[in-house]
């Protein structure tokens, strides 16, 4: 079952004989998989979440770390560069793992993985998600349509930087100076 899976359904009129404890013990189980899983989300991890419970990892979902991982897993990530394992997961864990190395490029031309996050990243991953000709898309194709999108966005990245680098107030521009280290 994949990480973004099914519930159980609640019954109108659960028969005479059905164990009250059962069911609330199957909706504490849904809501606790929920739980995880919208965590996941927000730091980044939906792919793996959803490979932990065996299910098939929709594309979109590989752009999630991207999108909201830390610097720190980001480098983690583009350390594992060559250190994958076969198969179909394991190519698009390369994947994700080279472009982790990109994104952490793009955010040190323009000073800032906050802004490339939110301004190139997260619209991006929604454009995924809301696609369904992403779904028959390989790993290749999916590192060039990321590649393409950050470099269309380098001036602007750039230029949003040396904005928030030139006003004294870090969150006027709504955009916060994260330096890398």
């Known amino acids: 079952m994949a990480c973004f899976g099914r519930f159980p359904r609640r019954r109108e009129d659960p028969p005479e004989h059905a ?45 999630n770390l991207l999108a909201h991982g830390s610097t720190e897993d980001l480098r983690a990530e583009a350390g594992a560069c060559g250190q994958t394992s076969g198969g179909d997961a394991g190519h698009w864990r390369e994947a994700r793992s080279y472009l982790a190395g990109e994104v952490l490029h793009s955010a040190e031309l323009c000073s800032s993985l906050d ?50 680098r030139q006003t004294s107030i870090s969150g006027l521009l709504g955009c916060p100076i994260t330096r890398m280290s």
């Open 115 to 164: 802004i490339v996050q939110r301004t190139v990243l997260v619209p991006l991953e929604l454009s995924l998600a809301a696609s369904p000709a992403v779904a028959l898309w390989r790993p290749n194709h999916w590192v060039a349509v990321v590649e393409t999108t950050l470099a269309s966005h380098q001036i602007e990245l750039a230029n949003r930087a040396r904005e928030c």
């Open 19 to 63: 164990d009250e404890r059962g069911i609330r013990a199957r909706w504490l189980l849904a809501a606790e998989r929920l739980a995880s899983e919208t965590e996941a989300f927000v730091l980044g991890h939906l792919a793996e979440c959803s490979l932990a419970l065996g299910g098939d990892v929709p594309i979109w979902a590989w752009t």
